[in-house]
């Protein structure tokens, strides 16, 4: 493991879009930064199923107000990815990609990093490692078979299969409207009552529709007891065991922060189940001094309140207070 010698002002944890922006923040203040990334370039975004088109228009997932030219009113995965790519190229930002962040320990005034790769020291450490890593799982016997998935990619694997779709979410619900018109015979299974409020307004009416004149079936107030390797059991609304044919299940069922980190790092949350983790409004430091918080890992178990569009800003905050 080799030692960096250089002397950093900072380090930022994730190549997302907000690890990015902040990177862009730190060279406009002259401030001598890395970018630590464990995967890919914009990890999450490379492993976002493969049509995805995002909610928002392309202007509001510009960094640094770098223009992002889309063809559509809303942008792609492909758009996105060649977007963030020429944005960090162009910008010859300072970035590892492939070596992930180990452990962080702190030491009077410094941060001393282990990685995959190396071993650094810095005053100052922004986490922009999102939510995307770890999924809410079931719980229930059977998740661990091959046939349930976490992440849904592309429609075409499930062609002429029985797909059971866990959620109500947008995921669950690109996922199933996807599979069907490909062929799937997809079944959603629902804790809630209905299809999630905030599924894009303009595909919400669809997957009703698909569910009302019986396309795609849908139990409601409902939930998986036991998977097994060729169905599926859950409990009905009224209560009753019901076992379905099943070749997959895909779990879509949201994300959620790495808190155990967090937590090492000394990090502290709100004492309730949103676990929000404590940091200043105005500077995004957290409760550790130098260490910041950017992006979506804000917002805790409330995963959909922080996004691009709103969290940009984050970079620019903490570039102000570090400097
Ligand atoms: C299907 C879908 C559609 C979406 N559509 C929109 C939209 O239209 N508009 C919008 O604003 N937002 C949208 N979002 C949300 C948006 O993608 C996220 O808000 C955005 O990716 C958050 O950026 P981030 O940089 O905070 O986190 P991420 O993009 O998740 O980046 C975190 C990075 O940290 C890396 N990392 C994690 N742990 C480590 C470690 N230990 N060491 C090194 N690196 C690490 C990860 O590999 C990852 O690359 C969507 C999300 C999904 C899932």
Redesign the pocket.
Request: without cysteine.
């Given at each position: 493991m080799s030692t960096n010698t250089s002397a950093l002002d900072l380090i930022i944890?994730?190549?997302?879009?907000?690890?990015?922006?902040c990177g862009l923040e730190a060279k406009k203040k002259n401030l001598n930064y890395l970018i630590?990334?464990?995967?890919p370039l914009?990890?999450?975004?490379y492993n976002?199923?493969a049509n995805?088109t995002?909610?928002?228009t392309s202007e509001?997932?510009e960094i640094d107000d770098i223009p992002f030219i889309s063809k559509n009113a809303?942008p792609t995965k492909q758009e996105a990815l060649e977007y963030y790519r020429r944005v960090a190229t162009s910008n010859a930002l300072n970035i590892n990609l492939f070596?992930?962040?180990?452990t962080i320990s702190k030491q009077d005034d410094k941060f001393s990093i282990n990685?995959s790769k190396a071993y650094y020291t810095s005053p100052n450490v922004i986490l922009?490692?999102?939510?995307?890593?770890l999924p809410n799982t079931l719980d229930v016997p059977g998740e661990e078979f091959d046939k349930v998935f976490h992440y849904y990619n592309d429609p075409h694997y499930f062609v002429n299969q029985d797909v059971v779709v866990v959620g109500a979410s947008?995921?669950a619900v690109?996922a199933a409207l996807e599979i069907y018109r490909k062929g799937g015979r997809v079944t959603i299974i629902v804790r809630g009552a209905k299809i999630g409020d905030r599924v894009k307004y303009w595909v919400r009416p669809d997957v009703i529709n698909r569910i009302k004149e019986g396309s795609i079936k849908a139990f409601f107030n409902s939930e998986i007891i036991e998977i097994n390797p060729d169905a599926v059991t859950f409990k009905d609304e009224i209560g009753n065991p019901q076992t379905i044919k099943n070749d997959f299940v895909l779990a879509l069922t949201g994300?959620k922060p790495?808190f155990k980190?967090l937590e090492s790092l000394g990090v502290t949350f709100s004492d309730d189940e949103k676990k929000i983790p404590s940091y200043n409004e105005k500077t995004m430091e957290s409760n550790v001094k130098g260490l910041y918080l950017?992006?979506?890992?804000c917002g805790g178990m409330e995963t959909h309140k922080?996004?691009?569009?709103?969290?940009r800003v984050h970079a620019n905050m903490i570039m102000e207070n570090i400097i």
């Open positions: 944890i994730g190549g997302g879009p907000i690890g990015l922006a630590i990334e464990k995967g914009v990890n999450s975004i976002y199923p995805m995002f909610f928002s509001k997932l809303k070596e992930a962040v180990e990685t922009a490692t999102g939510f995307y890593d947008n995921s690109d994300y790495n980190f950017a992006g979506v890992i922080w996004f691009i569009e709103n969290s």
